[in-house]
């Protein structure tokens, strides 16, 4: 894979954005940390990278909008969110145990807890990266932390 094949910015459309807990915020922050530091997207045509993501939630789709570095648009496609939604629902409910759990529980139920998180987490990253397939070429951990993005878009006022 070609060094450029990357995203160098993510832009989320949080124009209704709700407030997050601070364990969500964090999340978020962490996500687009690690993606803008490693990161394997090439979107499927042969175009040249970095390039600048904006995503975005619409009509229960997850609309990408591939910029290349000057901010000039490239491509967009969307990708149907329904087969994500049972799997989001029950991640969330998993990490709000998890948080709960943080607070006063013993190290062996947390580690119990946060074992069928990441349980989720990679099956909605491993989902994620089957149905990109046809438009991006991502690694798992690039899938991993667009995952995370796409949960925290799914959080509705």
Same mark, same amino acid.
């Given at each position: 894979m070609?060094?450029?094949?990357?995203?160098?910015?993510?832009?989320?459309?949080?124009?209704v954005r709700v407030r997050l807990s601070p364990n969500i915020e964090h999340e978020r922050r962490v996500a687009i940390h690690d993606l803008l530091e490693d990161n394997v997207f090439a979107p499927i045509g042969g175009f040249d990278g970095p390039f600048q993501v904006h995503l975005t939630m619409q009509d229960g789709r997850l609309i990408f909008n591939i910029h290349d570095q000057a901010d000039e648009p490239l491509v967009s496609f969307a990708l149907p969110l329904a087969e994500f939604r049972s799997l @989001? =629902?029950?991640?969330?409910?998993?990490?709000?145990s998890?948080? !709960?759990? @943080? =607070?006063?529980?013993?190290?062996?139920?947390?580690?119990?807890? !946060?074992?069928?998180?990441?349980a989720l987490h990679n099956e909605g990253s491993k989902l994620l990266q089957e149905r990109l397939a046809d438009r991006v070429s991502v690694d798992i951990d690039t899938a991993r932390r667009l995952f995370t993005l796409l949960c925290v878009l799914h959080i509705r006022p």
């Open positions: 070609l060094k450029n094949q990357r995203i160098c910015s993510i832009k989320l459309d949080d124009h @989001i =629902k029950d991640y969330f409910v998993v990490c709000g998890y948080f !709960d759990a @943080i =607070k006063t529980l013993s190290p062996s139920r947390i580690e119990a807890i !946060d074992m069928g998180r990441r």
